[in-house]
């Protein structure tokens, strides 16, 4: 049987020698003469299984002379061992030695034991965002380290953390990832504890069936001090799906096993069994040996459960002591609790693995420049000739996107501006019912509901601006439309393909034909194409081109239009303009 880690067990470590043997070996160091350098190695050596007499001894070493990198292993070892003693650390000065020194002199598997302690104590400092950080990055470099055992150690305190910030999905993902590298040191009495902390999760999710599944498979590998706690949390979770049975065989077990530290947390679970079944005599029994708890929660199930009891058999007396107690420690409950959103950590930190793979990424493109560029000087002389050309249509049919550009924005910008307009006057009036709805408590659902109504107004006007703008950009892109701005092609448009564009012309203008043919009295057929190729912003020239007719008498006809519409001579280009208008 391999011997479980410390870090698996979750209870104060009892003293391993007494002070007669402590000092001994203190005596026996003496005797040997042995220098700072061997003491602090015998020190190390003795944390994992003596930490209370390692950290004694590691505390009273001369480290005058000991190097940076002797001073970065003794803090190292001197958190670690207050660690495993369970003395709460007070400040991250010390580790925070070690981590910039392992920064600094890259030894990841060093750098990835003092960032998980550097978690540990920020954990416990209460700055769940940096103990969060130093654990992923102690992953990051543990798992270049392949350091298996540390991988395991780091992903079940990750988990942990994340149980404790209610992110249970993260923390189940951490937690398999530890079990995976438990399972790989074959260490079954680890995996025990591993298989009930997903467990736990898995009940806290709600996820019954599961949860229960997994506390079975961890009483399979759990030792004497393990099997109460997870017998005790399967019974209550059979309890709570009802399979009163079985719950109560896992209860009485967890009870006749559970030690003194254990012994509370059974009672209140096999309290609350008799509750559900209606056995109050019975719960009050275990209840009441519950009240004086070492553990806050367990207290505080206990008064819950208590509170109940009474106010059903109408002991009101009792009802209001132990909700009195109950709710005392509620309040001392809560203010302890310290919840943090750790998942945004989490997308931040895997958005800074994604930014060190590009910058990497961007080295090895750095690397490659020059040849690229040797490459790109022999191609450039052959290619010159070409480049200029394509540089030169490239400029013209940036100009006539420019010219189709302008069109557009002519066609969108004074639409626009009346919808987003109103759309400002709409969120003012908003801002206005939102004062009202305040002040006037009697008509709150009338105002909500006027105020959701303009916000559907706003959402609508918005809305129709992004179809409008995608329709036009469509027509302004559509192959007629480009044919007919490029001079080359104009020769080449049937009469059926204009009649097409005319119709198109028709889904973007809805009121332009109404607007030629009514207003403007138009009604011969070469002058409705006139209008329409001048709504299209086609030159004059290839006008006469489409509709076979000289520049001449497309200028004439246009001064006829004019005449019709003004009833007088008018400056060149007006007609246009109004066309352009409708």
């Not at 759990?222 to 799906?241: D, F, M, Q």
Request: with cysteine; hydrophobic share 40%; proline share 2%.
């Amino acid at each position: 049987m391999v011997v479980t880690p410390y870090f698996f067990i979750s209870r104060t470590m009892k003293k391993t020698l007494q002070l007669s043997i402590i000092l001994a070996v203190f005596f026996f160091a003496l005797s040997c003469e042995k220098t700072s350098y061997e003491y602090f190695l015998i020190a190390e050596r003795m944390v994992d299984n003596q930490p209370e007499n390692s950290i004694i001894l590691l505390k009273s070493l001369d480290r005058t002379a000991f190097s940076d990198e002797y001073n970065a292993r003794w803090a190292i070892a001197v958190t670690n061992a207050q660690d495993k003693i369970n003395r709460r650390h007070t400040d991250d000065s010390l580790i925070k030695t070690a981590v910039q020194y392992y920064e600094r002199h890259y030894n990841p598997k060093a750098l990835a034991k003092a960032y998980y302690f550097m978690g540990r104590v920020s954990q416990e400092l209460q700055n769940a965002p940096l103990a969060q950080e130093y654990y992923l990055k102690a992953i990051d470099v543990g798992e270049t380290a392949k350091d298996t055992f540390q991988l395991a150690l780091t992903c079940n305190q990750l988990g942990q953390l994340y149980t404790s910030q209610y992110a249970y999905r993260d923390a189940i993902t951490y937690l398999k990832k530890s079990l995976h590298h438990i399972l790989l040191l074959n260490d079954t009495v680890a995996q025990s504890y591993i298989l009930r902390n997903i467990a736990r999760n898995y009940g806290l999710m709600d996820s019954l069936d599961t949860s229960i599944d997994y506390y079975r498979e961890a009483l399979q590998y759990a030792n004497h001090i393990a099997k109460p706690s997870i017998l005790s949390e399967l019974g209550e979770r059979l309890t709570v799906r009802h399979d009163y049975d079985s719950a109560y065989v896992s209860l009485r077990e967890a009870v006749n096993t559970a030690d003194e530290e254990d012994l509370p947390l059974a009672s209140l679970h096999i309290g609350r069994y008799f509750v559900t079944i209606n056995q109050p005599d019975s719960a009050i029994r275990y209840l009441n040996s519950c009240i004086n708890a070492p553990k806050l929660e367990t207290r505080l199930g206990a008064y819950k459960y208590l509170a109940q009891l009474s106010r059903h058999s109408y002991r009101y007396e009792n009802y209001i002591k132990y909700q009195t107690q109950y709710e005392l420690l509620r309040d001392t409950f809560e203010t302890r609790l310290h919840t943090q959103t750790t998942i945004e950590l989490q997308a931040l930190y895997d958005h800074q693995k994604i930014q060190k793979i590009a910058t990497k990424a961007r080295e090895a493109s750095n690397r490659a420049w020059l040849n690229f560029w040797i490459a790109l000087a022999v191609l450039f002389f052959v290619t010159s000739c070409a480049t200029a050309y394509i540089i030169r249509i490239h400029r013209k049919r940036m100009r006539e996107a420019k010219a189709r550009e302008e069109v557009f924005l002519n066609f969108h910008n004074i639409e626009m501006q009346r919808s987003l307009e109103q759309v400002e006057k709409n969120i003012a009036m908003i801002a206005q019912l939102q004062i009202e709805k305040q002040k006037n408590k009697k008509r709150r659902d009338l105002i909500a509901s006027k105020i959701h109504l303009f916000e559907l107004a706003n959402l609508w006007i918005l809305k129709t601006l992004e179809d409008q703008e995608k329709a036009a950009k469509q027509y302004f892109n559509s192959e007629i439309y480009l044919r007919l701005h490029n001079d080359r092609q104009i020769n080449t448009i049937t009469m059926d393909e204009l009649e097409g564009f005319f119709e198109l012309t028709d889904m973007q203008y809805p009121r332009f034909k109404l607007g030629i043919t009514n207003l403007l009295k138009i009604t011969s057929k070469e002058d409705i194409f006139i209008c329409y190729l001048l709504k299209a912003r086609v030159r004059k020239v290839n006008i006469g081109k489409i509709l076979k007719l000289s520049r001449q008498a497309i200028n004439n006809r246009c001064k006829r239009l004019s005449l019709d519409i003004f009833q007088a001579d008018c400056a060149p280009g007006l007609l246009e303009q109004l066309i352009s208008s409708m």
